[in-house]
């Protein structure tokens, strides 16, 4: 059974930034598309970035294009979120996931129900 473990998340000032990693023990991951996502209180959860198994493909949310980057390691197991520049409205518990299914070498879908399995969340916090 695979486990998603987030670290790196912390209290920061405005305009800083984070490295958020996501590390999976188990089962490998090497195949699977994997995802951030976001959810503060009082609102949904959202998508924050995905990547494709293969590692070519990735997306973001509107509100955080060029400013956060999603990427992997392969052979470390582990995929990472550097969030740069960030906003008090990235204030949030982030999430990591993975979807199990084999959707192709580009795949990397935009809604929670897509994955299959997540961590436990770690917190942002940013001070204005």
């Known amino acids: 059974q695979m486990h998603l473990v987030e670290s790196g998340g912390g209290l920061v000032q405005a305009g800083g930034s984070l490295r958020l990693s996501c590390a999976v023990s188990g089962r490998t991951f090497n195949s699977y598309t994997r995802g951030w996502f976001r959810q503060a209180p009082g609102k949904e959860r959202e998508l924050v970035a995905a990547i494709s198994w293969s590692g070519v493909s990735t997306g973001y949310a509107d509100s955080v294009k060029g400013r956060f980057s999603i990427s992997r390691d392969n052979a470390k197991n582990t995929v990472y979120l550097q969030m740069n520049s960030l906003k008090s409205e990235d204030t949030a518990v982030y999430y990591c996931?993975?979807?199990?299914?084999?959707?192709?070498?580009?795949?990397?879908?935009?809604?929670?129900?897509?994955?299959?399995?997540w961590g436990q969340g770690t917190q942002v916090t940013v001070s204005s």
């Open positions: 996931a993975a979807a199990l299914r084999d959707g192709g070498y580009y795949w990397r879908p935009s809604s929670q129900y897509e994955y299959d399995t």
